[in-house]
């Protein structure tokens, strides 16, 4: 039998270790960061709340870039869905607001101040296009971003985090000039669209491949596709015997370019573009567009490996009006809501938005579940060109890609 002087001595003790049992968790949330054994409470960080996080959207669902964008926000819902569908990260649910920023850098800014002073979001998904506009503003606030970095200036700021720099202000690869060799091509004709800051330093750098390898720049155009006469710029190339083109070319504008060629009797051997691996661009302009070689930063989908079937399923539960699922676009937004995904997981189970960007930064192997050709140091690759890419073809007859072989290509830096 327990005295009773011996039962209160018991029962203050276990008291005192709950208190200080509390009084761990609470210290572990106040952090920042924390075990993700610890379990989940009221954190500090904005956005962060017992039971979701919310995040930040800016993307182009109007303006002149939005058709190739439409399956971005499709790719983050299908990613976002399958991460919430498993518990969610640390037990919290994963959820966003988004705006609009038309690929234009002044709605990008108001948009970028409306998600971080209005909804109060932990981090930002940025779309292709518009960065430029809220880079220094997200910055100042220390606001982590994730995507595509599809503009030079994420190359300025450690917050902006990307698998992938599609421009850079200094540097290329051999890679492009490496694959036109390859195929026998040695006379460029070197097309873009749209001439923005972006573009330029995209035209810069292919242009650096292309004469490290060996190709000669013989023409260079500027185009758009309302006012550009096609025919004459075909037969410009016949007369300086072009047998490659390649350039910042949207699929609309290749496809006036490229009939208009042939016509002209242009022998090309190459045609090489980053854009356009879309299967809704093969239904609509196939034709036009066969032997086209496009070149992605993914593993293309006629691979059909698990990471493509895990985001197929994901696409057809959780977003079936984007149809057909696998687009590039699509795949872009799974990877940025994979990155935050990624660093919310990393940075505990009470996040800060600096511990956050230290976590990203701080993973060295990042390879998006499968789906890059190669994996993707995140603390040294901020403002490295991409050097490896996969390369698929547009069949003669325009309704099918054809992964090339070797399924990845990389090349030299280019200084």
Sequence with gaps: MMFPSRR?????????????????????????????????????????????????MLWADT?????????????????????????????????????????????????????????????????????SGGAQYLAEQGVPVVGMASDPVWADHDNMISWFYFTTKSGSSTVWGDFIRSQGGSRAATVNIALNAANQDFSRQLAASLEAAGVE???????????????????????????????ALVPEVLAALLPAARAAGVDLKVVLVPLGYDLT???QRGQAIAGTVIYTSFQPFELNYPAHQRLIDAMTRYVPQIDPPAQDSAVMGWLSADLLLRGLEAAGTCPTRQSFIDALHAIHDYDGGGL?????????????IANCFTFVRVQDHGSAF??????VRCGNPVS
């Design 402 to 407: 054809v992964p090339l072989q070797p399924p």
């Design 8 to 56: 209160r001595a018991l029962l203050r003790s276990a008291a005192m270790a709950v208190s200080m049992s509390s009084l761990a968790v609470l210290t572990a949330c106040s952090g920042s960061g924390g075990d993700p054994a610890e379990g989940t409470g009221d954190c500090a960080a904005p956005g962060v709340t017992k039971t979701e996080v919310k995040a930040g």
């Design 281 to 283: 661009q093969l239904e």
């Design 63 to 131: 303006g002149p870039g939005a058709y190739g964008l439409r399956a971005f926000r499709g790719g983050v819902d299908a990613r976002l869905g399958v991460a919430n569908a498993e518990g969610g990260v640390h037990g919290r649910k994963v959820v966003y607001a988004w705006r609009d920023d038309a690929s234009n850098p002044a709605l990008n800014l108001s948009g970028a101040r409306e998600l971080v002073q209005g909804e109060n979001v932990f981090a930002i998904m940025q779309g292709p296009g518009g960065a």
């Design 372 to 384: 890059l050709p190669e994996k993707v140091d995140l603390g040294k690759n901020r403002g490295v």
């Design 217 to 247: 720049i013989a023409l260079n155009f500027d185009v758009t596709a309302d006012i550009t006469s096609f025919d004459s710029l075909a037969r410009q190339m016949k007369e300086a015997n072009i047998d490659t083109l390649t350039g």
